[in-house]
């Protein structure tokens, strides 16, 4: 028995005295498969790029939204600023830096995009 199959067979003795998956305990552990496994203990049946490929479009997401976020925070502090010329560009500096923010994220989303796509084309 190699470490694999002792993994594995440690696995689901442990599956099926915790009664976790009582599916899995009428199995012997040298029929046991990863792909039987996998299901029950919560892995994902899906492609790792395509896992990856959420994961980016989620933190481009809240990185848009902290950008979006900056440019707000540069408007209220233009219209409060009461005609004071300090405050004005103080808030043009924010808008500046938010526009630009929004403009990196958007291209480096379009770019992480194009290349999973091209990855997931070439590889299937």
Do not use: C, H
């Not at 689901?12 to 990863?34: C, F, K, N, R």
């Not at 233009?78 to 630009?100: H, L, Q, Y």
């Amino acid at each position: 028995m190699n470490k694999t199959q002792k993994l594995v067979s440690i696995v689901v003795m442990g599956m099926s005295l915790l009664s976790v998956a009582p599916a899995l305990a009428q199995i012997t552990p040298g029929e046991v498969m990863p792909s039987a496994i996998q299901p029950a203990i919560g892995l994902a049946s899906s492609d790792v790029r395509v896992t990856v490929a959420r994961i980016i479009r989620v933190a481009m997401g809240l990185l848009g939204i902290i950008a979006v976020v900056i440019i707000l925070i540069g408007g209220f502090t233009w219209m409060t600023a009461g005609g004071n010329d300090e405050k004005v560009g103080e808030a043009k500096k924010w808008i500046f830096s938010g526009v630009i923010g929004l403009a990196i994220i958007l291209s480096a989303y379009s770019i992480a995009t194009f290349v999973i796509n091209q990855l997931i084309t070439a590889t299937t």
